[in-house]
């Protein structure tokens, strides 16, 4: 089955600078969704776009999807500490099959103080 | 209102046993997913269940592995003789149904298999 992948596996930075995330996948989409993940525990939901979208805001977050490329980025500015978790992408396909989300690994991100 | 609720937090079985684990979801959501979450891995997705509808098992590992949903409402997932590589966080989702939007998570059942 297709899977979402994210970009980088880890990251890294100071408090106040963005956080950028890539997701690619490999088929066609219904939509694309990302989460965040604190502590291995229950994901929440951050914010969806959908296939015919290209971009979508969310206060501090931005996400873009290039269906062309098969890929998605989210960008997350002036991080904060709390922004700490790790974050994942995930497919739904067309159809409205039974698939569920297909999450990828996750990029795991740590805001320095 | 209340979130998706599951019980236990935290699980700790002999191999061999069976386990039950619980989740209730957002009240008025008729979608209710089910996925294991290995250490550092993502989410693996098991089972759906949309409304009274029959679910569709193919993402189910094994067939140890059940899961059911009375009135279209709580659902139980339920492991039978437990393995080893049973071992991981087991996470319960609910939408709204087939208008495939955002999932709502709850915080996951801890399975530690011994």
């Known amino acids: 089955s297709q899977q979402g992948e994210e970009d980088p596996q880890a990251l890294s930075i100071q408090e106040g600078e963005n956080a950028t995330m890539n997701c690619s996948y490999k088929?066609?989409?219904?939509?694309l969704q990302w989460y965040r993940q604190n502590s291995g525990r229950g994901l929440v939901h951050l914010i969806l776009?959908?296939?015919?979208?290209r971009e979508k805001h969310s206060g501090r977050l931005r996400v873009t999807l290039d269906t062309s490329k098969k890929s998605s980025s989210l960008l997350i500015t002036a991080s904060r500490a709390a922004d700490t978790a790790s974050y994942f992408c995930?497919?739904?396909?067309?159809?409205?099959?039974?698939?569920?989300?297909?999450f990828g690994k996750g990029t795991h991100l740590i805001i320095q103080p | 209102g209340a979130g998706v609720s599951q019980s236990p937090s935290n699980k700790v079985t002999e191999k061999g046993k069976d386990v039950e684990l619980r989740c209730d979801p957002i009240?008025?959501?008729?979608?209710l997913y089910w996925y294991r979450q290995s250490l550092g891995q993502g989410l693996e997705f098991l089972i759906y269940?949309?409304?009274?509808?029959?679910?569709?098992k193919s993402g189910l590992p094994s067939d140890r592995f059940s899961a059911e949903r009375t009135g279209g409402s709580v659902s139980t997932l339920t492991i039978q003789r437990t393995q080893q590589e049973d071992s991981a966080v087991y996470l319960c989702?609910?939408?709204?149904?087939?208008?495939?939007?955002?999932?709502?998570f709850g915080p996951g059942t801890r399975l530690l298999v011994l």
């Open positions: 989702a609910s939408s709204q149904g087939r208008l495939r939007g955002a999932q709502y």
């Open positions: 088929t066609s989409i219904n939509n």
């Open positions: 776009i959908r296939s015919n979208e």
């Open positions: 995930a497919t739904d396909l067309p159809g409205g099959g039974a698939d569920g989300l297909t």
């Open positions: 009240s008025g959501h008729t979608a």
């Open positions: 269940f949309q409304g009274n509808s029959a679910p569709d």
